[in-house]
């Protein structure tokens, strides 16, 4: 990563100039504006700041699921909005993972099912899923739990299943919102551990929103959003 002799890598996520309004009626509501952000292959980035300041919007944005007002965003050099709908959603699955702190897993699918899922999706061969999936679930500690649906995993268990399931594709850069949110302190040590590995392992950028501020300080750069400003907390 920091070879001098390497190419200048593209940056995973950069955006300018991004504002977001809501229309209320006659009202425009704006969430933030002009906000610029550059993340960096192999980069951690927490985006902390009160209730309603708009971190899952700006998540959004980042990850291309919901369109800004004004600005540009590029994900790994693409500027994801010139994309179809359809052109957009293969783009996200091949090079972005998301995590959610409600997880999102299926119900109805085994941990080993759910985390194989988005190969399948991208085409791979059910036999090449299983292998990635399983190997993926060790890595988080999980290898005696493969046959369990979500209903039969703790909280933090299913949250390091959504984790190894935002990580089959080998995404550039995995967006999190509130990946400990719920969780207990230990639990809540052991995703920051997790994260920690896999960054150093496999040079996956982080952009998380979280209220843990021992997470977000622990893990790297920490930006506030602020009365629709974005600042680097020192
Ligand atoms: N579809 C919408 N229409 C109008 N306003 C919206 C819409 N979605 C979000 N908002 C408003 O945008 C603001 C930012 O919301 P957002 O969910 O991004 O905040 P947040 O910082 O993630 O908050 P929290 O920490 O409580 O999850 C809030 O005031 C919310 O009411």
């Given at each position: ?9 593209v940056p995973?996520i950069e955006c300018s ?55 540009h965003i590029r994900i790994c050099g693409q500027d994801i ?154």
């Open positions: 990563m920091n070879d001098a002799s390497a190419p200048a890598s995973v100039q991004l504002t977001r309004t809501y229309s209320e009626g006659p009202e425009t509501l704006t969430i933030f504006s002009d906000i610029s952000l550059r993340v960096e292959p192999g980069e951690t980035v927490a985006i902390v700041g009160s209730s309603g300041a708009g971190k899952t919007t700006l998540l959004n944005l980042l990850g291309g699921l919901d369109r800004p007002t004004s600005g909005h010139r994309l179809s709908e359809a052109g957009r959603a293969k783009f996200r699955s091949r090079n972005l993972g998301f995590v959610y702190q409600f997880h999102h897993l299926l119900p109805e699918f085994s941990a080993l099912e759910n985390v194989m899922m988005p190969c399948a999706l991208a085409g791979m061969k059910p036999s090449q899923a299983a292998v990635k999936a399983e190997s993926l679930l060790a890595r988080v500690g999980l290898a005696e739990r493969l046959k369990h649906k979500p209903g039969e995993l703790s909280g933090g268990e299913r949250q390091r299943v959504a984790i190894a399931r935002a990580l089959v594709n080998e995404p550039q850069c995995v967006l999190m919102d509130e990946p400990t949110g719920n969780l207990d302190e230990q639990t809540g040590a052991g995703i920051r551990a997790l994260i920690e590995d896999l960054r150093d392992q496999s040079g996956t950028a982080f952009v998380m929103v979280t209220h843990d501020m021992t997470m977000a300080r622990s893990l790297g750069r920490v930006l506030r959003l602020e009365q629709g400003r974005l600042v680097q907390e020192l």
